[in-house]
């Protein structure tokens, strides 16, 4: 069985994240040691102290936590402690890579990449080909309060919650329109394609504009292309998550929203969109358990799937989604989960105003959800194949 490193003090979800594969490795069998990056040269002294063993130590981490340049984790010569001691790093990435192009260019000699998307993996094998890719992890949930009993739908405080930031897309706008009319007009165009063909992919849509405005282009300038093309991500997703709550507000629905920026949002009627705090993971979980339908927005994963789903089903509420092609295959509308599409938004309310009127209904949906994530998207089941992974078995 190996050591294994974990981070947390850094990003609060990631960190949650780890800790509950950490759980999971440690009744396995490893050794885990958890990392505080708000604590840095203390936890260094640790490590190297009393937990690091050559040859049989790995990291696994989210989104390139340890390899960011950060001093503690270089030597004197300015390598990383992962080549230096030869270190084999799992980083499990939960945003698209093509924000991380400047960390992928000078990854560790024995790095691993794991997509939370199919399509994300695709992305990987074309414009990095030279990393190793694999396999494909989507997130999975957590079950709070596993030995007490589930509040019934009947009983919850909450008709629909929305867990999660919001940022107005107009914030994005200075990168649309920061070089002249011509590429101002060229965004915009992407943008407008996405807006009306949500189920493509912004790398899709962008190589497809690329050709019809300039031709072919050389794979090393499509590939410099894609890292230069997040904020148009961003603008999208925002842009259909602000529009998923103000659908339901303006319809009369309440809708309580945990999380910063949403007081920024437009409605017709504000009345209907219920302001509460930020709330870390567990308060979110906590928050799951007191409510009827939990609405998700897929952060423009195509082909994965995100937390907010089998946190909702595992905390036995209804999932209110839009859909990916690998969530096509595990989710059945009106059965254990209750699907929307990004191209018919104004149905949402319709949608959710029937659940609402039928709480017996709603509890067999919540009922079935949880029997679909429980039987495999916990963390526990992701922490098989990463220990499957790192002990070199067949997946």
């Given at each position: 069985?190996?050591?294994?490193?974990?981070?947390?003090?850094?990003?609060?979800?990631?960190?949650?994240?780890?800790?509950?594969?950490?759980?999971?490795?440690?009744?396995?069998?490893?050794?885990?040691?958890?990392?505080?990056?708000?604590?840095?040269?203390?936890?260094?002294?640790?490590?190297?102290?009393?937990?690091?063993?050559?040859?049989?130590?790995?990291?696994?981490?989210?989104?390139?936590?340890?390899?960011?340049?950060?001093?503690?984790?270089?030597?004197?010569?300015?390598?990383?402690?992962?080549?230096?001691?030869?270190?084999?790093?799992y980083n499990i990435v939960v945003d698209h890579p093509m924000y991380y192009h400047h960390f992928l260019e000078k990854v560790p000699s024995n790095y691993h990449h794991i997509s939370i998307d199919r399509n994300h993996e695709k992305?990987?094998?074309?414009?990095?080909?030279?990393?190793?890719?694999?396999?494909?992890?989507?997130?999975?949930?957590?079950?709070?309060?596993?030995?007490?009993?589930?509040?019934?739908?009947?009983?919850?405080?909450?008709?629909?919650?929305?867990?999660?930031?919001?940022?107005?897309?107009?914030?994005?706008?200075?990168?649309?329109?920061?070089?002249?009319?011509?590429?101002?007009?060229?965004?915009?165009?992407?943008?407008?394609?996405?807006?009306?063909?949500?189920?493509?992919?912004?790398?899709?849509?962008?190589?497809?504009?690329?050709?019809?405005e300039i031709g072919e282009v050389p794979e090393e300038e499509l590939k410099k292309a894609m890292a230069s093309l997040t904020f148009i991500d961003l603008y999208v997703r925002y842009t259909f998550r602000g529009r998923a709550v103000?659908?339901?507000?303006?319809?009369?629905?309440?809708?309580?929203?945990?999380?910063?920026?949403?007081?920024?949002?437009?409605?017709?009627?504000?009345?209907?969109?219920?302001?509460?705090?930020?709330?870390?993971?567990?308060?979110?979980?906590?928050?799951?358990?007191?409510?009827?339908?939990?609405?998700?927005?897929?952060?423009?994963?195509?082909?994965?799937?995100?937390?907010?789903?089998?946190?909702?089903?595992?905390?036995?509420?209804?999932?209110?989604?839009?859909?990916?092609?690998?969530?096509?295959?595990?989710?059945?509308?009106?059965?254990?989960?209750?699907?929307?599409?990004?191209?018919?938004?104004?149905?949402?309310?319709?949608?959710?105003?029937?659940?609402?009127?039928?709480?017996?209904?709603?509890?067999?949906?919540?009922?079935?959800?949880?029997?679909?994530?429980?039987?495999?998207?916990?963390?526990?089941?992701?922490?098989?194949?990463?220990?499957?992974?790192?002990?070199?078995?067949?997946?």
């Open positions: 069985m190996k050591k294994i490193m974990f981070f947390v003090g850094d990003i609060e979800t990631q960190g949650y994240f780890s800790l509950q594969i950490a759980e999971e490795m440690k009744r396995l069998g490893h050794e885990i040691f958890i990392f505080d990056l708000s604590k840095p040269w203390a936890s260094t002294q640790k490590f190297f102290g009393s937990f690091f063993e050559k040859g049989n130590t790995v990291l696994i981490n989210f989104n390139f936590h340890g390899m960011s340049g950060e001093d503690y984790f270089l030597d004197e010569n300015g390598r990383s402690m992962w080549d230096a001691l030869q270190i084999p790093s992305y990987m094998r074309r414009f990095f080909p030279e990393i190793e890719n694999g396999p494909f992890l989507p997130l999975a949930g957590t079950q709070l309060y596993k030995d007490r009993s589930n509040v019934p739908i009947s009983h919850r405080r909450y008709d629909v919650v929305m867990v999660g930031n919001y940022c107005i897309p107009q914030i994005f706008e200075k990168y649309i329109t920061r070089i002249d009319e011509e590429y101002t007009a060229f965004y915009y165009g992407m943008i407008d394609e996405l807006f009306a063909k949500p189920w493509r992919t912004v790398e899709e849509v962008a190589q497809e504009h690329l050709l019809r103000q659908e339901l507000a303006d319809a009369g629905i309440k809708v309580h929203v945990f999380g910063d920026g949403w007081d920024r949002l437009e409605c017709k009627h504000p009345e209907n969109l219920i302001l509460m705090n930020n709330l870390d993971s567990e308060g979110c979980l906590k928050k799951l358990r007191q409510t009827k339908l939990s609405l998700n927005v897929m952060p423009w994963f195509k082909d994965g799937a995100h937390d907010r789903i089998f946190n909702t089903m595992l905390n036995v509420a209804v999932c209110l989604t839009d859909s990916s092609t690998y969530l096509d295959a595990i989710l059945e509308d009106q059965k254990n989960s209750a699907v929307y599409s990004l191209s018919e938004m104004e149905k949402l309310p319709e949608i959710a105003g029937a659940l609402l009127e039928d709480t017996d209904k709603m509890q067999s949906i919540a009922d079935s959800g949880y029997q679909l994530a429980q039987g495999g998207h916990t963390w526990a089941h992701r922490a098989e194949v990463l220990h499957k992974l790192i002990e070199k078995e067949s997946i």
